[in-house]
DNA sequence: CAGTTACGCTACGACTCGTATCGAAAGAGT
DNA sequence: ACTCTTTCGATACGAGTCGTAGCGTAACTG
């Protein structure tokens, strides 16, 4: 063993531009052609390289769009300081919703995941490249709205685990059923009046999940509110 | 012209029986099978009909399957009054869930929407046959809440629409992610929490859709919660 | 230098697609 | 009865895709 690192060494490396070239030729394929016609073997000719080359990096189609769109992803969704909840949930799902507009994630996200229905390997997958990725946002905006005193500190982190993953689930879902399923437009009047629903929603859900019923937050304008008061119930 | 209706009248009729027959198979197909490895051929076969019969009546394998889900959807969703908002909505969740848990819907559900970004054709089929029909539970619960006093009664109906559109793609949106992408189990508490969340967010986007921004709504617990109260505000 | 791995290229069998063709079958109208 | 119209089953077809195998070459390591 001529290394320690499990880590291979020797023989030619793997071509980095050629693996930007793939994913960059997936995209374009995919706006050009959508999920249902795009092709290993028209990816491959887009990008220069050999079928084969594809099928040694990826084991299908599948595989090489979530890569292809989890970049996007990660370059399209952030959470800047808004100053209150609300309106940080409100830029998160427009920004949302412009990327469902793209026709590159529009036609390959529900493919994907409709592929993985039936593909374990492939859910998790996507679960480590797009969801857990995504999941921070929901995370960073908790803890901001914690701190403004909108939300309450969390007593039990298993229960806040859980919470992160009901609102992520209630945003990027409802989202998504908006613009891909109910094909209506999710324009600013909309994120408003959604983003009211999931404030509200999620600072009830917070007062009852605690048997206790301590939530009686207060509606924060988007201003100087004092935070203090981080509700710490006796619990059990 | 020997009859003023427009229905063909004359020729063979097409068989009704090898029509059930057609989507039972595809239904079956689709438990083995999924999506992904459908084909139409199989499907003859396990109909025991033409490959060309199958043609002369769907476009597509997407058609087909929406034919074939919206079928379940019709079968198994129901709202039943369990004397509350927040009960009825817990049951058309938990209802919605053990859907999606069959494989036929699981992996039908999110392809055939997938394709229909790029078929408008499909996205109108799909609209009809499944997302308009069920929508008919999110009004008649609408209706009941109102009744019993929990929500208040519309005053423009084109604001009513637009509230029913969004609580369908809130809870169907959730739910479907939760179950498909989340990949994790909608039960019984998860169901619990997450009708809290709903019942508060609609009231208090009811209270907010006259420009001001209100919220200031109080906690429901999941029980016996007096109605009333659909939080008249002093505006801003 | 030798060793190892990735690459481009070609070819391959298996499969699916959607359509065309044809004769036979099943109803409607007179 | 008869004809007209439409559907049905069966088969065959060219086109396209799939994923893999083979082989010689290129690139990097020690």
Redesign the pocket.
Same mark, same amino acid.
Not at 37 to 42: E, F, I, Q
């Given at each position: 063993m001529?290394?320690p690192t499990h880590r291979?060494? &020797?023989?030619?490396?793997?071509?980095t531009e050629?693996?930007r070239a793939i994913l960059d030729a997936t995209r374009a394929a995919l706006v050009e052609l959508g999920w249902g016609?795009? &092709?290993?073997?028209?990816v491959a000719a887009r990008a220069?390289?050999?079928? &084969? &080359?594809l099928?040694?990096?990826w084991?299908?189609?599948s595989e090489l769009v979530v890569d292809a769109v989890a970049d996007i992803f990660d370059g399209h969704l952030a959470l800047p300081d808004r100053g209150s909840l609300h309106a940080d949930v409100e830029g998160v799902v427009l920004q949302f919703a412009a990327l469902l507009e793209r026709p590159e994630t529009k036609t390959a996200l529900m493919a994907v995941v409709a592929e993985s229905t039936r593909d374990e390997a492939l859910r998790d997958r996507i679960r480590s490249a797009i969801v857990e990725r995504q999941k921070r946002l929901v995370l960073l905006g908790r803890e901001r709205a914690q701190a403004r005193g909108e939300l309450p500190f969390d007593a039990d982190p298993s229960v806040a685990a859980s919470q992160a993953d009901l609102i992520f689930d209630l945003i990027a879902g409802t989202v998504v059923h908006r613009a891909l399923v109910s094909a209506e437009p999710v324009d600013a009047e909309w994120a408003a009046t959604f983003s009211t629903l999931v404030v509200s929603g999620v600072q009830a859900t917070l007062g009852a999940t605690a048997t206790a019923t301590t939530a009686a937050t207060n509606a924060a304008p988007p201003a100087t509110n004092s935070p203090r008061e981080p509700a710490e119930s006796p619990s059990s």
């Open positions: 001529p290394c291979r060494r &020797t023989g030619r490396p793997r071509s050629a693996n016609k795009l &092709t290993m073997s028209d220069k390289v050999a079928k &084969t &080359t099928y040694r990096r084991a299908g189609k």
